[in-house]
């Protein structure tokens, strides 16, 4: 009797397992995705005025975009 009383007083300690659903998932993974691409949207607006005021240095994907003629090799 005593391994059978341990094993219930384990099985009780156990926490149970709560199994989500399809819908529950891609819900969650609906919001989890619009709450990542929402922060990087933040980010790159946040990046690009500070490159506006002149905060932050660019680096040369955004230098190439935002000052072109920096990079005319036609005088050479």
């Known amino acids: 009797m005593g391994a059978e009383e341990e094993?219930?007083?384990?099985e009780n300690e156990q926490p149970t397992n709560?199994?989500?659903t399809v819908s529950?998932?891609?819900a969650w993974k609906r919001q989890?995705?619009?709450e990542t691409s929402a922060k990087k949207?933040?980010?790159?607006r946040k990046r690009a005025e500070d490159i506006a005021a002149g905060t932050v240095q660019m680096?040369?994907?955004e230098l190439f975009l935002h000052e072109p003629w920096v990079f005319d090799n036609s005088q050479y």
């Open 7 to 10: 094993q219930r007083k384990q």
């Open 18 to 20: 709560n199994p989500i």
């Open 24 to 26: 529950q998932f891609l």
């Open 32 to 34: 989890k995705d619009a």
């Open 41 to 44: 949207a933040e980010a790159a």
């Open 59 to 61: 680096n040369g994907r």
